[in-house]
């Protein structure tokens, strides 16, 4: 095993209040509290905002070290924040900046990205690796520095490199400013982090992959919630994370999907929930006794204790769609303890899960939510400039000659977007080469609006049609989407069968999207636009397509810069499953992408 070093992020936020409400039950860390003057730095100056104080937290560098855990009965060093797992929740309010120092004392390349977060006129802190920047080095160290104004909710935080999300995680947590939530204040707010965890080192099960082109063949050997596998695995009961509740009050659940490859079902006995936001967007108020949640997206849901005093089983389970893809998965189930205040030990009360493959169940909950139409937020545009038809799913590709032990007569897995595995730079991040108008050699600006050929996209029985080979076969590129700013981008998101059809949660950087539709088979324009929801539609930025089908989604490129969309399902990363939207400076000194900060780091 490895020896991991640890990450440390230094949290700092400015011209805000340091987290206050005792009904949060979160406690911030430890820290010295100091004021500093921020130095003549960064791009403030260029964009005109003022430089002021900042108020700064520091976690005590004392806890810099690596980080020993001990999971499933076996202990693990692995790659984490502040020696947590998951890593330090940051609470801040509408309209702060963050300024977070990430030092990088692990051995590995990394960076952090801000998910949710709009970047707006901060795109060089967006995160992902060689698309916003060069990686932070070992030894290295970088700023993000960023803004949340126009954004409440649920976001989350993690690595943006390779599989060191797995562990490099955490909730970031963003409260209203001058008003109050859109519905009843809550007695406690209580982040629930669901992840996935292995017996093994998450790198390593990368490369493994990666040499044998054959997609990742180690499934995870547990979920956890809040880094915590719970009583059903049978080894090691103790490791249960456990939910103190009194009786008679309104918890808010902010829920996150951390896990690497797998959607997830949520339940607690004894419960229902009434959901009222997704991905950091108000929803209407929804009524379910099950949450279903991809990799990426966050759900917050408001539950009352109102059930007999007793202690309840959270659970936390995979939705598998792949309906003719792997056979294998990870069919554990995690769990943890709600408890009343006066409960007995009698044994916690276990919800009933829905099947591992029940797609109307999560088809129910992801089309049913709306969007809380609220003054001062934006309204979904009623028509769209630039029109996108988008294949998504699994198809083969030739091996690379770094991939030694790849089948070269059968190839590798891949994954595409119209038919576009997307290769990422290794010279220069993507948006350096924009910012500096050298980017001929980076990317290519030729991303297709349309598959090469229109076909039975989900009939599983076509993948073996001789005539689709060029289909099944992708070709991998760095192909970007150009678009003018503040154009409305609309994308007809449609699953493919050739290997396997499968829910991909698309997650795109630097946007909120309205979800206008959802179906199953392929999409037809005409039936299709008369259920376009133009009145109440959920945002989102992260969309599970269904499994043998389709989604429509509508942006407005206001924000310029260099954002990616890609599978949050880890694994398909690698593959190719992205691409990416180079989004063009408009005219006003607000609309045109600031320089690099002055630490970015080099490549
Ligand atoms: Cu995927």
Not at 150 to 170: D, I, K, P, Y
Request: aromatic fraction near 10%.
């Amino acid at each position: 095993m490895a020896a991991r070093g640890q990450m440390m992020a230094r949290l700092a936020r400015r011209d805000s209040d340091r987290p206050r409400d005792a009904a949060t039950g979160h406690v911030t860390p430890r820290a010295a509290r100091r004021r500093r003057e921020i130095g003549k730095k960064g791009d403030a100056g260029r964009s005109g905002k003022k430089e002021g104080l900042e108020r700064e937290w520091l976690t005590s560098p004392e806890k810099v070290r690596n980080l020993t855990v001990s999971r499933l009965c076996e202990r693990r060093v692995i790659t984490a924040v502040n020696g947590k797992l998951p890593g330090p929740t940051i609470w801040v309010r509408e309209g702060d900046t963050l300024l977070v120092h990430v030092v990088n004392l692990s051995p590995y390349d990394i960076t952090i990205h801000w998910h949710g977060v709009l970047q707006k006129q901060s795109g060089w802190a967006d995160g992902p690796n060689m698309i916003t920047q060069c990686p932070i080095r070992p030894g290295g160290s970088y700023t993000y520095r960023f803004n949340v104004s126009g954004q409440e909710g649920t976001l989350w935080w993690h690595a943006h490199t390779s599989f060191l999300r797995a562990t490099v995680h955490g909730a970031l947590i963003i409260r209203p400013r001058n008003h109050s939530f859109p519905f009843r204040q809550p007695h406690r707010q209580v982040p629930i982090l669901l992840g996935e965890w292995w017996n093994a080192d998450v790198g390593d099960l990368e490369k493994q992959a990666f040499l044998t082109g054959g997609g990742i063949v180690n499934i995870s050997n547990a979920f956890t919630i809040n880094g915590k596998p719970g009583h059903l695995y049978t080894r090691c009961k103790n490791h249960t994370y456990k939910l103190e509740v009194v009786a008679g009050k309104t918890y808010l659940l902010r829920i996150i999907n951390s896990a690497v490859n797998s959607e997830l079902f949520f339940k607690i006995a004894g419960h229902a929930f009434t959901v009222v936001a997704v991905d950091a967007s108000y929803t209407k108020p929804y009524d379910t006794d099950v949450v279903v949640i991809a990799p990426g997206q966050t759900v917050d849901a408001l539950m009352v204790t109102d059930a007999p005093s007793a202690r309840y089983y959270m659970a936390s389970q995979p939705y598998f769609s792949s309906l003719n893809g792997p056979p294998s998965f990870d069919s554990t189930t995690a769990t943890a303890i709600v408890r009343y205040a006066d409960a007995d030990d009698a044994p916690p009360e276990m919800p009933r899960m829905p099947a591992f493959n029940d797609t109307p169940t999560a088809h129910r909950f992801y089309t049913n939510l709306t969007g809380l139409r609220r003054p001062g937020t934006p309204t979904v545009p009623l028509e769209a400039e630039e029109h996108m038809f988008v294949t998504v799913g699994l198809g083969v590709l030739a091996c690379e000659p770094t991939q030694v032990v790849c089948n070269r007569s059968r190839g590798t897995l891949g994954a595409s977007m119209n038919n576009v595995s997307f290769r990422f730079p290794t010279s220069m991040s993507l948006l350096e080469a924009h910012f500096s108008g050298f980017h001929e050699a980076e990317y290519q600006p030729d991303f297709p609006d349309h598959p090469p050929a229109m076909f039975d996209f989900t009939n599983n029985s076509l993948n073996t049609d001789p005539r689709l080979a060029p289909l099944l076969h992708t070709q991998r590129g760095t192909k970007v989407k150009k678009v003018k700013y503040n154009a409305t981008v609309e994308m007809v998101l449609q699953n493919t069968a050739f290997v396997g059809t499968e829910n991909h949660p698309l997650h795109l950087h630097g946007f909120n999207f309205f979800v206008l539709a959802q179906g199953f088979g392929n999409y037809n324009a005409t039936t299709a636009r008369s259920r376009y929801n133009l009145v109440d539609p959920q945002v989102r930025n992260t969309i599970g397509v269904p499994a043998g089908g389709w989604a429509v989604i509508r942006f407005v490129a206001n924000n310029p810069g260099v954002w990616i969309m890609h599978c949050h399902l880890e694994q398909h990363v690698p593959l190719g499953l992205a691409t990416v939207f180079v989004v063009e400076d408009g005219t006003t000194p607000d609309s045109i992408l600031p320089p690099p900060p002055p630490d970015f780091p080099a490549c």
